[in-house]
């Protein structure tokens, strides 16, 4: 079965900090792929990245940055220089099938305050 | 494109109602994704399609619940009868096999549903 932790429920940073949200999946297959999603207050979901399990290689963004790990099964995304626009709630996913579909985490709540 | 577009964006009905959602999705997708979101249970998929065939329903909560994709740019979520309990944002999202490039699931703005 296909499992994914978000174990930070809230994290609340002042504008301006560093700020990592943690994620941690189980799985039984060689061949899957990690996703973080955003739903800002206005409730859609966008898309952020994808990565999958055989590129282990970090990825940046602009002020996003990811670090995978197969040895911890973590996939964490890291914002630098965090802004009030990056409140919401961040969500990561993992998909083991030929579909899209996806196995969610409870979702981290990212308040960032002046 | 437009993107994943559903109707309505919120609906409030009576319980015993019945209540249908709408998914449009991106043009050339293959896969469409039905989920619901709660504060109890999170995100969780209800069932999805591949080339307007339903492929997996085990996420399908009762038989109040059913849904078709008659064409390949329409699919609906039906709830008969509705129930307090179904109150939920229903969101719909498509995308290509995972394995080509766009592989991600793009999702719609979601529809609000609260049945009173």
């Known amino acids: 079965a296909q499992k994914v932790t978000q174990a930070q429920t809230e994290i609340s940073v002042v504008e301006k900090e560093d700020v990592t949200l943690d994620c941690v999946y189980e799985?039984?297959?060689?061949?899957?792929?990690l996703f973080w999603y955003k739903q800002p207050p206005s409730g859609e979901l966008v898309f952020l990245i994808r990565r999958n399990s055989f590129d282990e290689q970090n990825e940046i963004s602009g002020r996003y940055s990811w670090n995978f790990q197969k040895s911890t099964s973590s996939f964490n995304f890291t914002i630098t220089a965090s802004q009030v626009v990056d409140s919401a709630v961040y969500f990561c996913?993992?998909?083991?099938?030929?579909?899209?579909?996806?196995?969610f985490g409870t979702g981290t709540r990212l308040q960032v305050t002046l | 494109d437009a993107g994943v577009i559903q109707s309505p964006r919120h609906e409030v009905t009576e319980m015993g109602q019945e209540v249908t959602l709408r998914c449009k999705p991106i043009?050339?997708?293959?896969?469409l994704f039905w989920y619901r979101q709660t504060m109890m249970r999170g995100l969780e998929l209800l069932i999805y399609f591949n080339n307007n065939v339903p492929i997996d329903d085990s996420g399908m909560p009762e038989d109040r619940f059913s849904a078709k994709m008659p064409n390949a740019s329409f699919s609906t979520l039906k709830i008969q009868p509705s129930e307090p309990r179904d109150s939920a944002v229903y969101f719909c999202?498509?995308?290509?096999?995972?394995?080509?490039?766009?592989?991600?699931?793009?999702f719609g703005q979601g529809t609000r549903l609260t049945v009173v």
């Open positions: 799985t039984r297959d060689t061949t899957y792929y």
């Open positions: 996913a993992l998909n083991t099938g030929t579909a899209s579909k996806l196995t």
């Open positions: 999202a498509s995308s290509f096999p995972r394995e080509q490039v766009g592989g991600e699931a793009f």
């Open positions: 043009s050339g997708h293959d896969y």
